[in-house]
């Protein structure tokens, strides 16, 4: 019973302690940064569904409590699928999925990772939706939560990624 009690109390910490990401698509986040009275900047994460190391970023760190809270408070967050098959309308052009052999791409995608189809890849824009820079690869909650301090601070503006790096490790 001592032990029930223990894991119910570990549970309700846990749980009342966990941040959301809330996840948007291309297009909400698109409205938000038009509509927004202060936008905010746009990240986006770039996955594919037979992605592991996508699916282990998505579960250790995107639901790693520091990292969705400074997210959530910095960025609107999209998911796309660079395989999606769902038409995006976007700056008076309609992006589709390509399809090639037993896969495909979608164009989108393949122009936010700059034609590097490599998975996962996470994108940062500016709030003019201007792409910032791309960040191929998986990344553990800490070396993510510095990449992303230095675009949502706006650190890259003054200062390269060596140097920054150097002085936060």
Not at 43 to 55: E, R
Not at 126 to 134: L, Q, T
Request: proline share 4%.
């Amino acid at each position: 019973m001592k032990n029930l009690f223990l894991f119910v109390f570990l549970l309700a910490i846990t749980t009342t302690s966990a941040q959301e990401i809330e996840w948007l698509t291309w297009e909400q986040a698109i409205e938000k940064s038009a509509t927004d009275e202060q936008p905010k900047k746009i990240f986006v994460d770039v996955y594919t569904d037979w992605c592991g190391w996508c699916k282990k970023m998505d579960k250790d760190t995107f639901n790693n409590p520091e990292v969705a809270a400074y997210m959530k408070a910095n960025f609107y967050m999209v998911k796309m699928d660079a395989e999606g098959k769902e038409d995006i309308e976007y700056m008076g052009k309609t992006f589709k999925y390509v399809g090639q052999g037993k896969r495909g791409y979608h164009e989108l995608a393949a122009a936010l990772l700059q034609g590097k189809m490599s998975f996962p890849t996470v994108i940062f824009l500016n709030e003019n939706v201007e792409i910032i820079s791309p960040v191929p690869g998986y990344q553990k909650p800490d070396s993510f939560l510095k990449v992303a301090k230095y675009f949502g601070e706006e650190i890259y503006k003054t200062q390269d990624w060596a140097t920054y790096e150097a002085q936060k490790s």
